[in-house]
């Protein structure tokens, strides 16, 4: 089966997907639109930039087109950004239909939301949270004739991680009727497979790509060994050498803290790299024009915690670099899977000190792929290690705190600040500093002490001169 005509789906969509370049269905889009169409609830789990939106998009698509109103589809997702992305999709694909969708996810007003709730919107992309805040506070929408409900990122949705999404969904499932599609997709579904099949009720047609790794072959699996110390100067060394080598390539670095984060920034930015970051401390429209400007390689490097792991499609993305080996598997999956998408290729590098190497055996295991060495002349990295290293407490020590100060007007008691800037920073911030001014006046003294001993020097080259000048005017006279 090669065309989207032989799936079931009409000529206005196909005519829809082959503007957007995409002309022939991958194998998630093969196997499952049928499926949906047929009215059948489904589970796909096929690996990262392989095209699971639009298997969902279209078949929900065509079943709105014979059959219009609203609320007709709700999808849930676990990021903000991502349920942009989804709804432009639906937006993009169902153009033909006039399609009016509307995304609910926090950080955004409230009031906007609710009003565009009550006008029906065919489609709703929400994240869960926002989304129970509104089935508990207004009565002005209802969600009771939904055709089809889709989990993204099911997995991540139904786990119990730092954001435990479990209670949201419960009370969105409440105002659901029980008779409906659901979808599941995400590309480390068969992880949670229990719990989903809990949620999907009639009998779920399960789809999973059948291959032995999990990631994708084009993508170049590498990692660096590294002392801790030692793994920011790797990081500079990589980008420089990224950055000279392709100047159309965009990079994305994952690190495990929102400090962590803007520090990386900071310190990129202190070395001239067009560097941009995305962390849930931020405000969201802050994060929502960071990414427009990484999307639009206005910034060419992106820091991102895992909010931005899963789910995003940025085509210019040629490199991910883990700052920090992730802890989990399937954290490692879908970070890696932000390059190689659609069948381009990518790279993936892993910075793995001494204390994570039992991590990468894990990772290797699940996704069945041995990474392999990136070489790294160390030369080169060792010449830059001093001024990173400076760099990095600079940035630490006094940049950091300046930025979540003003930036956030977090006063510097509050309890969030604390939390950014940990205590025992805080100390270490005093003593580093206590310790740079007497540096700094050390060398001040000793440099005016130079100065001092150079004029006395030249002073007494003079009256040397002078005195030999005139002793030997004396010695003329009396000649
Ligand atoms: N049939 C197709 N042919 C060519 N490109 C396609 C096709 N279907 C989707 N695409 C494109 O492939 C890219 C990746 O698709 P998508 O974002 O749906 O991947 P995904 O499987 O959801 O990945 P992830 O697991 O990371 O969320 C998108 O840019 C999309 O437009």
Excluded at 181 to 205: G, R, V, W, Y
Excluded at 285 to 298: E, G, M, P
Excluded at 358 to 373: D, F, G, M, N
């Amino acid at each position: 089966m090669d065309s989207f005509l032989s799936l079931g789906l009409s000529e206005w969509l196909v005519k829809q997907c082959k503007q957007l370049g995409i002309n022939k269905p991958t194998p998630v889009q093969e196997n499952c639109v049928p499926a949906i169409l047929e009215g059948r609830d489904c589970m796909g789990c096929a690996k990262t930039g392989s095209g699971k939106t639009a298997a969902f998009v279209l078949p929900v698509l065509q079943k709105l087109s014979e059959d219009p109103y609203g609320i007709f589809c709700l999808v849930l997702t676990p990021t903000r950004e991502l349920a942009y992305q989804i709804a432009e999709q639906f937006r993009v694909l169902g153009k033909p239909l006039g399609l009016r969708d509307c995304i609910i996810v926090g950080g955004m007003d409230m009031v906007t939301q609710a009003l565009e709730l009550s006008n029906q919107p065919h489609v709703v992309v929400a994240t869960p949270g926002r989304l129970a805040d509104h089935i508990r506070s207004s009565n002005t929408f209802s969600m009771s004739k939904i055709k089809f409900l889709i989990l993204d990122e099911a997995d991540r949705l139904l786990e119990q991680g730092c954001t435990d999404f479990t209670k949201d969904l419960e009370g969105i499932l409440e105002i659901l009727p029980a008779k409906r599609q659901t979808l599941l997709f995400s590309a480390t579904l068969t992880d949670t497979l229990h719990e989903l099949k809990n949620i999907a009720m009639n009998k779920p047609f399960f789809w999973e790509s059948k291959s032995e790794t999990r990631t994708v072959e084009e993508l170049d699996q590498r990692y660096i060994l590294t002392p801790e110390k030692v793994k920011d100067a790797y990081l500079i060394h990589l980008i420089q050498k990224f950055t000279d080598e392709h100047d159309d390539w965009s990079l994305i670095i994952f690190t495990n803290t929102c400090k962590n984060c803007q520090i990386l920034t900071m310190m990129l930015r202190e070395f001239n790299f067009p560097t941009i970051s995305l962390h849930s401390m931020m405000k969201q429209k802050q994060r929502f024009a960071n990414l427009a400007k990484f999307k639009a390689s206005v910034y060419k490097i992106l820091i991102a915690t895992d909010v931005a792991a899963r789910g995003l499609d940025i085509p210019t993305v040629q490199v991910v670099i883990n700052h920090n080996t992730p802890g989990l598997p399937k954290i490692y999956i879908h970070r890696v899977g932000r390059t190689a998408r659609a069948g381009r290729n990518g790279v993936s590098i892993t910075l793995v000190t001494q204390y994570d190497i039992h991590l990468v055996h894990s990772i290797e295991e699940k996704i069945q792929t041995k990474l392999k060495e990136y070489p790294v002349e160390e030369k080169e990295v060792h010449k830059i290690l001093t001024q990173v290293n400076v760099t990095r407490r600079e940035c630490e020590i006094v940049r950091l705190p300046l930025f979540f100060t003003f930036q956030f007007q977090l006063k510097k008691n509050s309890k969030i600040y604390l939390q950014i800037i940990e205590p025992e920073l805080t100390a270490k911030r005093k003593a580093e500093l206590e310790k740079i001014k007497s540096q700094k006046k050390k060398f001040k003294q000793k440099i005016q002490e130079n100065i001092q001993r150079q004029k006395h020097r030249q002073l007494k080259k003079k009256l040397t001169k002078r005195k030999q000048m005139k002793r030997k005017k004396a010695a003329q006279e009396t000649a």
